[in-house]
């Protein structure tokens, strides 16, 4: 049977933050973001990691952060491209042949769990490819180019996508492939199996504190969550 990737990527940026400091490596409660996520990956059922960074952070991801705490799980380390998809390309393609499915997952989303981890698995083990997402609590307006609403979706079907975004390899290598040779704006992973394959991507529900790190406010709800998780854990012992 085949292996279980993860490729974790974090090569952006992060221009919203205001700081220096590329947002995968703030701290939340004393370590960096990049850290929560990675640490997820080492205690769940993935069999290895492609860690996605920027070129010029290798050598410090190695060293103050993988070798740091331990991420026995980290395979590889590679350097990331100029858009998100060219990172996640780059991943795809220091995965060996004997990977059978992947997890793709955004370094700044620190809130992931082993629980997610699981039931992302179990999907795309039936589905081949597969979302993690919420279901919208907002009414959502779509408008012009002036901020004139034209429609108002249906809240029932309208989703917020999160990751972890998990495929069958041989379809998001397919998918990617098509993408590297006729290259398109796209926002996710999923976008890039519907657009070039047309294959169906199925939608699980993750957690509504699988927040993405992107402004400085961010980091204090992340901190919050993790809080509370720790007063979850005093409260059942």
């Known amino acids: 049977m085949g292996k279980i990737a993860a ?15 590329h947002k995968q490596y703030l701290l939340i409660k004393d370590k960096p973001v990049l850290y929560y996520s990675l640490q997820a990956f080492e205690q769940s059922e993935v069999d290895k990691v492609i860690l996605v960074t920027g070129k010029e952070e290798i050598a410090y991801c190695e060293q103050e952060i993988v070798c740091k705490y331990g991420f026995s799980k980290v395979e590889k380390i590679v350097g990331g491209g100029k858009e998100r998809y060219h990172s996640v390309y780059e991943g795809l393609k220091a995965l060996q042949d004997d990977t059978e499915y992947v997890l793709i997952h955004d370094g700044a989303r620190p809130m992931l769990t082993e629980a997610i981890i ?11 490819a597969c979302v993690v997402g919420m279901p919208v609590k907002d009414t959502i307006k779509i408008t012009d180019e002036n901020r004139f609403a034209l429609e108002t979706p249906n809240r029932a079907n309208v989703w917020a ?77």
């Open 161 to 237: 996508v999160q990751t972890p975004q998990a495929f069958s390899y041989d379809i998001v290598w397919k998918a990617y492939s098509e993408l590297m040779a006729n290259e398109i704006p796209v926002t996710d992973d999923a976008m890039v199996v519907e657009t070039f394959l047309q294959y169906p991507v199925k939608l699980i529900k993750g957690s509504y504190q699988n927040i993405k790190i992107t402004t400085l406010e961010d980091l204090l709800v992340a901190e919050a969550f993790l809080d509370s998780q720790s007063t979850d854990s005093l409260i059942e012992k």
């Open 118 to 128: 699981h039931d992302t698995i179990e999907a795309v083990q039936t589905y081949k």
């Open 7 to 21: 490729i974790v990527l974090a090569a952006g940026q992060g221009k919203r933050m205001n700081s220096d400091i």
